[in-house]
């Protein structure tokens, strides 16, 4: 975690402990916690809530656009590739392009210039996937070029938005504008304008009083307002003795200062108090968080002010971003609550599941013999961002309808780390992969901070380490931690410590003796081939060998005893095929091989009368979160779900429980789990990663008590129990809500390439209120 750099006071403040009084002007809720030694106690932290703050005589740039009229002569734009035409339509000039070559190139020569230009938008109708490119020439051969962006398939306008924010404040002319829409050979698609737009710095940011925004200092997110030297904002609370005061400020790169070293006064006063101020200064290389604090042991029993300004003599001052505005106290034995998910892991590659697997995780076996261990836990999806937003939310990829690793959540779910954070927690989060961060789905709603990798995927001892350095930064405050780890998911490549762990020393899998492998992608992974690889238990090992890694870097945080004193859930999002009909290493459809998932609960805020305990029967970890509140001392918070333990306790987890219910990667499946017996049913046609295609409509029904691999599907043996399931999953689709929390975002090229290079499909799906599934008309 960067280090904050110094910040100083200009009238001195003592720095003490710390209690706060809820101020009417302040979010958060009032409901008790109960800490370590059983104490209810009020929320530890609490947010103001911020308004702007307008200084006489200051004007805020407003944002400005125009557009590039279509020429009623297509060919002065000397088009290339598809044929095109503009025509008049509903009283303006649209473009064309008919079915012909792959792509369309317009060559639109002009007066462009970067300070009146940092967006383009491409407006238009792309009734099946395109990727739109745009690039900007100049007479000095200057060029910009925007990353490669994906359209959806739909029948209503898209708007593709290329943000400019490298050329904010420069000056540089340019004479071309290159747009390239390309696509599939066939397709047609219109084009309605081409606007260019001028947004001022700070609209890149919310206006304080506004939702704040995933704001980025090198993947270390959190959620900010802007402030420019026109407007600041403000904040009003009520302080006790030992109250602390904190905030975190950013100058965020390419929309802050270019030069200098940028200063944010934050002023404290009252009426019958002092009135002192704090001066935080900004790195701007690299762009750092600083977070000054101070006590508000000088205004106890006041109401404070707190007034933020930027103050900046460049002509560009651009923005800075404003977070974490918290007034906190202190306890003696907060509480914690750590989740942890990993991805792509197995029920049965754990080692106190005693499921004949050859695995060693000591880690994970010591916290199943302190705590609970379900032996029979199911994930709603297939997917690792549909799924890990229904355990955040509580609610169904049926109703989320995320269903993809591209669409975003919506601001509107309600989230598991939200409630902990109204309660007065520190929310904190690492996500091992970028996709889960605020370039892609972004759980990091309700998060104070989310730290994600930009590039390639992180191993355990990166995201254990930053988990430890936050255990140390907050040794008094509440935590809710989520880490996420990504070790187990292909490719499998442990670290030097764990290679080969459970492969014989010295063999060779890609022996030339061995036969070769008959099987090719997409049923098996690239990697594995290209490697020569001709030994499929080898594959297999380092999955094993992934796990055993993790789990030793898991270790080091379960050992704190302020976890342990704690709360612990570990679990995954979905696991995986290794090997199933000809194809393997994938979590491409809904099996019991990719919905069957650990889970472990442990600590001492699990009662004891379930410590050391095995629970048998069936149980959906979209139940986790609000099992999790309720042993935090929040039962009160709403959040859907019901908690496990009291499945536990009674041996039987309710006839709704009894029946698990999953949607694929896509919606191309739905399955319904109910005692032995497991029923596929297709509402796609897809082939994927599966040998044999899946046709829609169809279905698959299998024994797990004589099948539990699913290998022989006994639909037509067992017609009327089909029947019966079949009718239960059709009914429950139809019980989808139709508020989804599922917003579709840009997608470039190169995120679209990262995801394929770790197995996933990577179709766009188009979210919709339809019904899930239509029957056949038979």
């Not at 029920?347 to 004949?356: I, K, L, R, T, Y």
């Amino acid at each position: 975690m960067p280090s904050a750099p110094p910040w100083r006071t200009v009238a001195p403040l003592g720095v003490g402990l710390l209690a706060l009084a809820l101020g009417a002007a302040c979010t958060g809720s009032d409901e008790a916690h109960v800490d370590r030694r059983g104490e209810r106690v009020l929320p530890s932290t609490l947010r103001p809530n911020l308004e702007p703050l307008l200084y006489p005589g200051e004007t805020i740039p407003e944002e400005t656009r125009t557009w590039i009229p279509f020429p009623e002569d297509i060919l002065s734009w000397s088009p290339k590739g598809k044929p095109c035409r503009t025509v008049e339509e509903d009283g303006r000039r649209v473009l064309k392009a008919d079915r012909g070559e792959e792509g369309l190139l317009l060559d639109i020569r002009g007066e462009f210039h970067s300070a009146h230009v940092n967006r383009i938008q491409v407006r238009g109708v792309f009734r099946s996937a395109h990727k739109v490119t745009i690039r900007l020439e100049g007479p000095d051969g200057f060029f910009h070029r925007d990353p490669t962006l994906r359209t959806r398939g739909q029948e209503k306008e898209q708007t593709v938005s290329f943000d400019l924010p490298k050329l904010v404040g420069r000056n540089i002319p340019f004479d071309r504008l290159l747009v390239h829409v390309g696509g599939t050979t066939g397709s047609r698609f219109q084009l309605n304008a081409i606007d260019l737009v001028r947004k001022p710095r700070h609209s890149f940011l919310p206006a304080p009083g506004e939702e704040p925004a995933a704001t980025d200092a090198a993947g270390h997110s959190r959620r900010a307002v802007g402030l420019v030297p026109a407007r600041g904002a403000r904040c009003e609370f009520d302080a006790v003795r030992g109250a602390q005061f904190s905030c975190a400020l950013l100058s965020p790169r390419h929309l802050g200062p270019k030069s200098g070293q940028p200063l944010v006064s934050i002023i404290l006063s009252s009426q019958d108090g002092p009135t002192q101020t704090l001066e935080a200064q900004l790195t701007l290389h690299p762009p750092t968080w600083t977070v000054p604090s101070c006590s508000l042991d000088p205004w106890a029993g006041s109401r404070v002010q707190v007034d933020f300004q930027y103050t900046s003599n460049l002509k560009n001052p651009g923005v800075i971003a404003l977070a974490e505005v918290e007034v906190w106290h202190p306890l003696d034995s907060p509480p914690c609550v750590l989740l942890v998910s990993s991805d792509t892991h197995r029920s049965d590659h754990v080692g106190a599941a005693q499921a004949g697997v050859d695995i060693q995780t000591p880690s994970l076996d010591g916290l199943a013999r302190k705590g609970l261990l379900f032996e029979d836990c199911w994930a709603s999806t297939n997917v690792t961002s549909p799924s890990h937003v229904a355990l955040m939310t509580g609610r169904h990829p049926r109703d989320t309808r995320l269903i993809n690793n591209i669409d975003r959540l919506s601001l509107d779910a309600a989230t598991l780390a939200e409630v902990y954070q109204r309660a007065g927690w520190k929310t904190l989060a690492v996500v091992s992969v970028r996709h889960l961060g605020p370039l892609g789905t972004d759980l990091g709603q309700g998060f104070d901070q989310l730290v994600y990798p930009q590039a390639d995927p992180w191993p355990a001892v990166h995201a254990v380490d930053l988990i430890e350095e936050w255990f140390e930064a907050y040794p008094d405050r509440p935590l809710f931690v989520f880490l996420h780890l990504f070790d187990a998911h292909h490719p499998y490549a442990p670290p030097k410590s764990h290679d080969r762990m459970y492969y014989p020393t010295g063999v060779d899998p890609a022996d030339p003796s061995l036969p070769a492998l008959k099987v090719r992608p997409p049923y098996i992974p690239g990697d594995i081939l290209s490697a020569g690889i001709r030994d499929l238990d080898f594959p297999r090992a380092q999955y094993r060998a992934e796990i055993s890694y993790l789990d030793n870097q898991l270790g080091r945080l379960l050992k704190r005893e302020r976890i342990q004193a704690g709360l612990i859930a570990v679990t995954a999002d979905h696991g995986e095929i290794l090997e199933k009909a000809g194809s393997y290493f994938n979590h491409g459809e809904l099996f019991p091989d990719t919905l069957h998932v650990p889970l472990i609960l442990a600590g001492d805020l699990v009662p004891e009368e379930y410590r050391g305990e095995r629970v048998g029967i069936p149980v959906d970890h979209l139940n986790l979160g609000r099992t999790l509140l309720d042993l935090s001392g929040l039962g009160g918070a709403d959040f859907p779900g019901s908690n496990f333990l009291r499945a536990a306790k009674s041996g039987s987890a309710g006839n709704k429980a009894l029946d698990l219910f999953a949607i694929s990667a896509h919606g191309y499946s739905a399955s319904i789990r109910r005692g032995r017996w497991f029923l596929l049913l297709h509402m796609q046609t897809h082939k994927g990663n599966l040998v044999v295609e899946r046709v829609k409509h169809t279905i698959e029904l299998y024994d797990l008590e004589s099948d539990p691999e699913c290998l022989e599907d006994v639909a037509g043996e067992q017609a009327e129990q089909a029947k019966i399931l079949r009718a239960t999953l059709v009914g429950w689709l139809a019980e989808a809500s139709t508020e989804h929390l599922s917003e579709q975002k840009q997608t470039s090229e190169a995120e679209i390439a990262q995801l394929e290079a770790m197995g996933y499909a990577t179709e766009a799906t188009v979210v919709t209120d339809e019904p899930w599934y239509t029957p056949d008309e038979k």
